[in-house]
């Protein structure tokens, strides 16, 4: 059982747009604005995607952006393309007694 | 260019003790607070733990599910963090990645918020 809760999978057309949701406490993605979302493509490593919240670190495309609403993050994909097919986890701070807590994980396809 | 490499995964009985590596390039390794994560096989992202920059102490932060049994630590000199893990269990088997950890901007330094560089990780299999 994760700490944030993610859909399992999410799906779209090539050129549509998703939001994947995380949805944490009031102790977590709720007190920090520490959100941060990575994507993981079959057998490689996590890439950072956004931190911060919304910020994108350099040399990621600006069709990924990132938002927070109380206790409920969400990663936005526009113009989907096809390398954007893979899993997606949001990661929050919690405070110095637990630290970092992830999703569960999303996996996106691209149809 | 950043590179992370990790090493010295492998199998393991329960109970018995094993010890990783990552070795780092491309950036001043300490000046940096470094993490360790892991995937156990089909599931997702965990947090282990990490060691903060000898400016900030240099001491350690553990999840509670490896709290006691892993240590980590740092050799600045060969830019190498190490997870020490004893009295291993079935469920540490997983895939081990260490990170980066970056820093929030305008806080001082001692407050971390992402994780901005992976290494390909090392898998390690706790099995009798």
């Known amino acids: 059982q994760s700490a944030l809760t993610q859909p399992a999978s999410v799906s779209g057309s090539p050129g549509q747009s998703i939001t994947i949701s995380c949805t944490g406490t009031?102790?977590?993605?709720?007190?920090?604005?520490?959100v941060s979302w990575y994507q993981q493509h079959p057998g490689k490593a996590p890439k950072l995607m956004i931190y911060?919240?919304?910020k994108r670190p350099s040399g990621v495309s600006n069709r990924f952006s990132g938002s927070k609403s109380g206790n409920t993050a969400s990663l936005t994909i526009s113009g989907l393309q096809a390398e954007d097919e893979a899993d997606y986890y949001c990661c929050s701070y919690a405070g110095s007694s637990i630290n970092w807590v992830f999703g569960g994980g999303t996996k996106l396809t691209v149809l | 260019e950043v590179q992370l490499v990790e090493s010295g995964g492998g199998l393991v009985k329960p109970g018995r003790s094993l010890r990783l590596s990552c070795t780092a390039s491309g950036f001043t390794f300490g000046d940096y607070a470094m993490s360790w994560f892991r995937q156990a096989p089909g599931k997702g992202l965990e947090w282990v733990g990490f060691?903060?920059?000898?400016?900030?102490?240099?001491?350690?932060e553990y999840a509670a599910s490896v709290k006691g049994r892993f240590t980590i630590s740092r050799d600045d000199s060969k830019s190498i963090a190490y997870l020490q893990m004893n009295s291993l269990k079935t469920e540490d088997t997983a895939v081990y990645y260490c990170t980066r950890v970056g820093i929030k901007a305008g806080c001082g330094g001692d407050c971390y918020s992402y994780f901005d560089y992976w290494g390909q990780g090392t898998l390690v299999t706790v099995s009798s």
């Open positions: 911060e919240v919304s």
């Open positions: 009031s102790s977590d993605v709720g007190s920090y604005n520490l």
């Open positions: 060691i903060r920059s000898k400016a900030y102490g240099g001491t350690t």
